[in-house]
């Protein structure tokens, strides 16, 4: 089984910063990318960043930033720990949305229907 375990997710003052995690152990050998999206009540979940893992352990390494969130967030992997980070900084009270973590083997990561699995969500809360 494909599973993403998300963590690092809490509360934070406007202004301050929140780093996410995403585990992806194994599922990463054969994907095309891992992506974040964060969804509030009521509206669609849409694309934050995504880091293109190149189909390997190894491979690949071009990100992709939504322009909503540009400059303030940055998408990076371990892939010793086949881990992907979103660190945010700069935050405001509309960042705040559960955060979900995911994972395609032939879409971009740019919207929803291109991935293929998800982890559980990580609640993210500024004020």
């Known amino acids: 089984d494909v599973q993403l375990v998300e963590s690092g997710g809490g509360s934070a003052l406007a202004g301050g910063s929140v780093r996410l995690s995403c585990a992806a152990g194994t599922a990463t050998y054969g994907s095309n990318c891992i992506g974040w999206f964060r969804q509030t009540p009521g509206l669609e979940r849409e694309a934050v960043a995504a880091?293109?893992?190149?189909?390997?352990?190894?491979?690949?390494?071009?990100?992709y930033i939504a322009d909503s969130v540009k400059g303030r967030f940055t998408i990076s992997r371990d892939n010793a720990k086949n881990t992907v980070y979103l660190q945010m900084i700069s935050l405001k009270p509309e960042d705040t949305a559960m955060y979900y973590c995911a994972i395609s083997y032939g879409g971009r990561c740019r919207k929803p229907d291109d991935c293929n699995y998800w982890g559980q969500g990580t609640q993210v809360t500024v004020s």
């Open positions: 880091v293109y893992t190149g189909g390997g352990y190894t491979g690949g390494g071009s990100t």
